[in-house]
């Protein structure tokens, strides 16, 4: 049966915790120091300077009411999806034979989901 551990091991294990603690909170405190320090001088370093995010912020707040860059932005990320889309479905095609591979491997009795061979639900679910 182990003995207990007696006090002084318990008040050194306590002090060791402690110092942990208050080396957490110093480096936390270091972090939000570097943080603060290089966001005054980045902010000090634009000050007065013309950025991209000066122009956006002047774009957003004028009056005009032709605001192209967002509907611009709508249709490059809905060309995007697409193609993301697409491409996905071709690389689950295309592994689909190695994963079923894989799975028979590492349990025969395993049965199948019914996805299509591009990983979408069966046609013959879509009702359920």
């Known amino acids: 049966m182990p003995e207990p551990p007696s006090s002084s091991e318990g ?4 002090l060791v915790i402690k110092i942990f603690d ?3 909170k110093i480096l936390k405190i ?8 290089y966001t005054y001088f980045s902010v000090k370093e634009l ?3 013309t ?6 912020f002047q774009y957003f ?3 005009s ?4 860059l967002p509907w611009v932005l709508v249709a490059l990320f809905f060309v995007w999806a697409i193609l993301e889309r697409s491409l996905r479905l071709k690389k689950v095609a295309s592994m689909q034979k190695h994963i ?4 028979k491997r590492l349990d025969p009795n395993r049965t199948s989901s019914m996805l299509t061979h591009k990983g979408e639900t069966n046609p013959e679910d879509i009702d359920l």
């Open 61 to 63: 707040t004028r009056e």
């Open 100 to 103: 079923l591979e894989l799975e």
């Open 47 to 49: 000050a007065g300077k």
């Open 51 to 56: 950025t991209i995010a000066d122009f956006l």
């Open 30 to 37: 270091i972090g939000l120091w570097i943080l603060c320090r």
């Open 65 to 68: 009411r032709y605001h192209w």
């Open 22 to 24: 208050f080396l957490f």
């Open 11 to 14: 008040f050194r294990f306590l």
